[in-house]
């Protein structure tokens, strides 16, 4: 069973060097084996995850070279759910993706960008999950940035340029910051694989010991968008495609949350930033759901959103206990599929309308009452609307700052309450502008320019008629055109029937975030043993070192 361990950050590599290999022939081909791919990425995950439920935490030695020599990879109950849930998302956007027709799409791309850098992406997500040590922790990082960096500024145009160089600058000063904390934490303990560090740090001086913890919670902070870290995040994700912005609001951000967890109990038990991850966890609920509620486009409020409900895991990390760290795991779970479904549900109304901005916006409830019902349940349930999952975490965190007592928890409890409160006026809000209320005059039956290309529209009827809607200057065109101007890019459809794999894709991630909903009782079960597994240390120590 060890000998699995490896295959979730493999198999994506090994199929991207052979669709590279492809080059642009056989697309179809291409397309069918990234999703066999990511299938047998979820099914390997769920095997990983029972497996690490039942035997203990996994690892596997590469090369055989024991620590701290070689590179070791380890699979837990937090990981393991964290693989599976991961590749269940990235298994349904890939599918939208598919919908959308972004995928290897453009002829000025001639290798296929979209899916060899998307598996690339999926690779550095498990591989972060699975890092047994600092250095593969770090090589997870990158490997995604490499793959994120592209995967933003597909289209090439200037606005996602820009907002991709803003993301690769943060995460490049994330990296410098996370390679020093690394040399400083190799210089004083001999090592950086997770289960020897366990063990050495305890023997390190405290002001050493905190000064690492400070910079490795830094360093985590930025990837997870925590306040005052996470200024970047508004202005990049929104502009890119609807699968990568979804994508990447569910994931990477969960990755920096996820590398708060495993080094704040492996690494740093019995911390003593707790008091100010407690602040940052407050700081970023109240600003991030107060600048949701001064948004008027549905992909900033959604970003806004993100950041908010990252405060609600921090907070799980910062009390450091059983219950609370258990109910961050659930919370992580959720968010990654509830806030990819809403981003899918806002690809679909900029695919339908042209546009996200609210105030242009409605009617959507009357005229397309499959979207509507495809934003109303995952809407509900970030606001932690009982019984569905949000609610379910969210109960779990407050009643543990509850049993904590301190000034802190207690004020947490309050922010929790009224950022739970705030979101939920905040999707009631993009409810009634965009779904409910008719649709302003003027808009209906028109949409906007969404993307511009480099091939010139023709000499044909409809190129001659593409010309006169104003395509590449932001125009109204009809909705249904296909619309192509200016600048390196690709064509993108308005349409008012929306692509079959776009509707089932953001279905089945809506019935997922339900399923969290049905299985709640199991699902709380195993987070409280993934929970108790992770405080407790000695198992993920012993199944690595062998002790």
Not at 108 to 124: D, K, M, N, R
Request: with cysteine; aromatic share 8%; net charge neutral.
């Amino acid at each position: 069973m060890n000998a699995l361990v490896p295959l979730p950050v493999l198999l994506p590599l090994c199929v991207t060097g052979l669709k590279l290999a492809i080059g642009p022939r056989l697309q179809r081909f291409q397309r069918f084996i990234t999703l066999a791919v990511l299938a047998a990425v979820l099914v390997l995950s769920v095997v990983l995850m029972v497996a690490a439920d039942r035997h203990g935490p996994l690892s596997v030695h590469l090369g055989d070279f024991a620590p701290p020599v070689g590179i070791t990879l380890v699979a837990d109950r937090l990981a393991g759910l964290m693989l599976t849930v991961s590749s269940a998302v990235t298994l349904l956007v890939n599918l939208y993706s598919l919908g959308q027709g972004m995928a290897d799409r453009d002829d000025q791309t001639p290798v296929g960008v979209f899916h060899p850098a998307y598996l690339i992406l999926v690779a550095g997500v498990s591989c972060t999950f699975l890092a047994g040590d600092l250095v593969n922790l770090y090589v997870g990082f990158e490997i995604m940035l490499v793959a994120s960096f592209v995967l933003l500024t597909i289209g090439g145009t200037a606005t996602r340029i820009r907002a991709g160089s803003t993301y690769v600058i943060i995460s490049l000063f994330s990296s410098v910051l996370f390679l020093v904390a690394i040399a400083m934490t190799y210089s004083v303990a001999g090592t950086v694989n997770f289960a020897q560090l366990a063990v050495r740090l305890q023997e390190i001086p405290l002001g050493v010991r905190t000064l690492l913890e400070a910079m490795l919670l830094t360093v985590f902070a930025i990837k997870a968008a925590v306040f005052p870290l996470a200024a970047w995040l508004p202005d990049s994700y929104p502009t890119a495609p609807a699968p990568v912005t979804a994508v990447f609001a569910g994931l990477l951000t969960k990755v920096g949350v996820y590398s708060m967890l495993r080094t704040q109990t492996l690494l740093f038990p019995g911390h003593r930033l707790g008091d100010v991850l407690m602040l940052a966890a407050l700081a970023s609920m109240v600003v991030g759901i107060l600048g949701a509620v001064a948004q008027t486009d549905l992909k900033r409020v959604l970003s806004f959103t993100l950041i908010s409900h990252i405060g609600y895991m921090v907070f799980g990390i910062a009390l450091a206990g059983r219950g609370s760290i258990s109910g961050a795991i659930v919370y992580v779970a959720h968010h990654i599929t509830v806030q990819t479904t809403l981003f899918l549900v806002a690809g679909l109304v900029e695919r339908r309308d042209g546009t996200t901005e609210l105030t242009r916006l409605g009617g959507l409830a009357k005229s397309a009452p499959l979207l509507a019902v495809l934003f109303f349940v995952p809407a509900m349930n970030l606001g932690g609307i009982p019984p569905l999952s949000g609610f379910i975490g969210k109960l779990g965190l407050m009643r543990a700052g509850v049993d904590n007592g301190g000034g802190w928890a207690w004020a947490l409890v309050a922010a929790s309450a009224a950022t739970s409160l705030l979101t939920l006026y905040v999707m009631a809000k993009v409810w009634n502008l965009a779904f409910w209320r008719d649709a302003p005059p003027g808009t209906e039956g028109e949409g906007r320019v969404l993307e511009s290309a480099e091939d010139d529209p023709g000499d044909d009827e409809e190129g001659e008629d593409a010309r006169e809607a104003g395509a590449g200057r932001g125009l109204p065109v009809p909705a249904g055109a296909v619309v192509s101007a200016g600048f390196l890019g690709q064509s993108i459809t308005t349409t008012k029937r929306l692509p079959w794999p776009m509707l089932v894709a953001t279905g089945a991630a809506v019935a997922l975030g339900l399923l969290y909903t049905v299985l709640g009782g199991p699902l709380t079960t195993f987070t409280d043993a993934a929970a108790a597994e992770l405080l407790a240390r000695t198992p993920y120590i012993e199944a690595v070192l062998g002790r």
